[in-house]
């Protein structure tokens, strides 16, 4: 009864986010057919907002594991509220020791998990050097490494922001559409015998690439004084 009742509660989390992204920040997004559709998997992402777990679920259709910090469980209701979408507590953000044991507990029972190896919210836009911490999951796994680029979160909601910017679908843009690409899986082979600088450095341009395509699904903000072609 309890497994019924938290799909149900996933479910209408999953429908209410991407209606209020969709209506609210244009959200868009591609690549749903790189989503291992059973299994355990790993999704990588760059991290830009407090919207992105809910940016990312959105796009990758599968109920994922989301890592939540311990201080989020102190109240009661809002713990069960979140235990019941899946999130596991750990004592900070990013793949740290602390988190490790974790996310491979629920690789192993066939989840799949959502991580942010920046570790933090980026603070210009842009995406920061990776945690070595990722390194330890990827050698202990056997899942695939699915690259997950967000787009526009970070204008849509930086962590300087209290409230969110909205940008509706059917208004004119402010510059806050939101969307995400979902890359083709890795497989952590890949990285067996690389060095560790070469495997970070590998992981970056693969953030890098699904973040330019993300890029490139947003609307575009047209200055109202810059020249046209028109004649």
């Not at 907002?49 to 599968?62: E, N, Q």
């Not at 509220?81 to 490790?100: C, S, T, Y």
């Not at 004119?172 to 890359?183: E, F, R």
């Amino acid at each position: 009864m309890r497994r019924r009742y938290s799909w149900f509660l996933y479910e209408m989390g999953h429908w209410l986010s991407f209606t209020g992204l969709t209506w609210g920040f244009n959200y868009r997004f591609e690549g749903r057919e790189f989503m291992p559709q059973t299994g355990p998997a790993l999704l990588i992402a760059n991290h830009q907002s407090f919207l992105d777990p809910l940016i990312v679920g959105c796009a990758a259709r599968r109920h994922l594991c989301f890592l939540a910090r311990k201080t989020l469980f102190r109240n009661r209701f809002f713990a069960a509220l979140i235990d019941r979408l899946n999130a596991v507590p750990v004592d900070q953000e990013g793949v740290a020791k602390d988190g490790l044991k974790t996310i491979l507990e629920e690789l192993k029972a066939g989840q799949t998990v959502l991580v942010f190896p920046e570790g933090e919210r980026t603070r210009k836009g842009n995406i920061q050097p990776l945690k070595p911490g990722i390194l330890l999951l990827i050698n202990r796994m056997s899942a695939p490494i699915v690259p997950i680029g967000i787009a526009g979160a970070f204008d849509a909601l930086p962590r300087t922001r209290k409230w969110p910017k909205l940008s509706p679908f059917f208004l004119p843009t402010t510059g806050a559409d939101i969307a995400v690409s979902i890359g083709r899986p890795i497989s952590p082979e890949r990285y067996r015998d690389m060095a560790r600088e070469l495997v970070l450095r590998d992981l970056y341009e693969e953030l890098q690439c699904v973040k330019a395509r993300a890029e490139r699904l947003r609307r575009t903000l047209v200055c109202p004084d810059a020249p046209t072609n028109k004649r």
